[in-house]
């Protein structure tokens, strides 16, 4: 799965901007996480077409910065601790995470986690997490 980072100036209409930019070409949001950081706003978006998403998003005024990149999508136990636990073996094994965030839950019983180690990193955070290729 694919995640897009977007860095663009921190100002009132921007999410509702690039909310409207993506939605309005038939691009589904599937998961986002948005936050000021200063004079920047960064955005980190899951959808069900990261490619046509980023052209749509090339084309926005005020942009700064867009990357893709891959995440790792876990399906943990949704029970207290278990995000613990997860992180805990990525931090055993000095993996640095550029972001985590709930995707959502496919059921009462499990939560999905979208896991973005630094991208020199992504291979050591899937074997800490006993993921294979």
Same mark, same amino acid.
């Given at each position: 799965?694919?995640?897009?980072?977007?860095? #663009?100036?921190?100002?009132?209409?921007?999410?509702?901007?690039?909310?409207?930019?993506?939605?309005?070409?038939?691009?589904?949001?599937?998961?986002?996480?948005?936050?000021?950081?200063?004079?920047?706003?960064?955005?980190?978006?899951?959808?069900?077409?990261?490619?046509?998403?980023?052209?749509?998003?090339?084309?926005?005024?005020?942009?700064?910065?867009?990357?893709?990149?891959?995440?790792?999508?876990?399906?943990?136990?949704?029970?207290?601790?278990?995000?613990?636990?997860?992180?805990?073996?990525?931090?055993?094994?000095?993996?640095?995470?550029?972001? #985590?965030?709930?995707?959502?839950?496919?059921?009462?019983?499990?939560?999905?986690?979208?896991?973005?180690?630094?991208?020199?990193?992504?291979?050591?955070?899937?074997?800490?997490?006993?993921?294979?290729?």
């Amino acid at each position: 799965m694919k995640e897009i980072t977007v860095i #663009v100036e921190n100002r009132i209409g921007t999410l509702a901007n690039i909310a409207e930019a993506i939605g309005g070409a038939g691009v589904n949001i599937e998961a986002i996480a948005a936050y000021g950081q200063g004079v920047n706003a960064i955005f980190r978006i899951v959808t069900t077409d990261p490619v046509s998403a980023k052209r749509i998003l090339d084309k926005q005024v005020g942009i700064r910065e867009i990357t893709v990149a891959d995440i790792l999508v876990i399906k943990m136990a949704n029970r207290p601790g278990e995000l613990g636990k997860l992180t805990r073996k990525l931090s055993n094994r000095k993996v640095d995470l550029e972001s #985590v965030y709930i995707l959502g839950k496919t059921d009462h019983a499990f939560t999905e986690v979208a896991i973005k180690p630094v991208e020199s990193q992504m291979s050591l955070a899937k074997d800490a997490l006993g993921i294979k290729d």
